[in-house]
């Protein structure tokens, strides 16, 4: 069978692109609207680049261990309104993660070439990039440290001497990552959010 040899091996090794598409989840402040009636909504989704090395670890058969480790690039709108025009322009926030994901992998019994799976697990994520700069107009800021859940699934595909793989995975943030600056000049951006909890929905292709 094709790529079978490689399979079997308790230790393999990889490497994965995709694209992604960068959200949030936002809770609003009601007290903060109640005085300037400001509310906030995503808009523009862009997409975003990917680039993963993959290991991994054979547990069975059916189930292995897969350790992720890479870099998302990508960027979110957040356009403000007040009595539903729209106030300033958006805040562009953009991101560039070191993703650390772990995650367990289920694969169906193989049928000639090809089988499906569900994968799922944790990934610890770190923005590195820095939005908020004083002396433009980005007046809100992401804090770097994330862990998120993730749940997705796909297809293997075999070939005489490597495997593809398509997956879309969701990723969603378990924390709130409004960074709140004290000194901003326009405090009413993050006044007019409570919580700010990051997702993003990923394509991946990887060879092993």
Not at 55 to 73: C, D, I, K, M, W
Not at 75 to 91: A, C, G, V, W
Not at 121 to 131: E, S, V, Y
Request: with cysteine.
């Amino acid at each position: 069978m094709f790529y079978q040899h490689q399979e079997d091996k308790a230790i393999r090794f990889g490497f994965c692109v995709g694209f992604n598409a960068m959200n949030f989840a936002i809770a609003h402040s009601y007290e903060s609207f109640k005085v300037d009636s400001l509310l906030s909504n995503l808009t523009n989704l862009t997409p975003g680049f990917q680039v993963q090395a993959v290991s991994v670890a054979r547990l069975t058969s059916n189930l292995e261990l897969r350790f992720l480790p890479g870099v998302n690039f990508g960027q979110r709108e957040l356009s403000f309104y007040r009595n539903d025009k729209l106030y300033m322009e958006p805040q562009r926030l953009e991101s560039s993660y070191i993703d650390l994901p772990l995650l367990l992998k289920y694969k169906s019994t193989r049928i000639n070439n090809y089988r499906a799976f569900l994968v799922g697990g944790f990934n610890p994520r770190f923005d590195l990039a820095k939005t908020y700069r004083e002396d433009s107009n980005i007046f809100m800021d992401l804090k770097t440290f994330d862990l998120c859940y993730e749940i997705g699934g796909g297809y293997d595909f075999y070939f005489p001497y490597f495997k593809l793989t398509v997956e879309i995975r969701g990723s969603w943030g378990m924390f709130n990552v409004l960074k709140r600056h004290s000194s901003t000049p326009h405090p009413e951006f993050q006044n007019a959010i409570e919580k700010l909890r990051s997702s993003m929905y990923m394509i991946s292709f990887y060879i092993e």
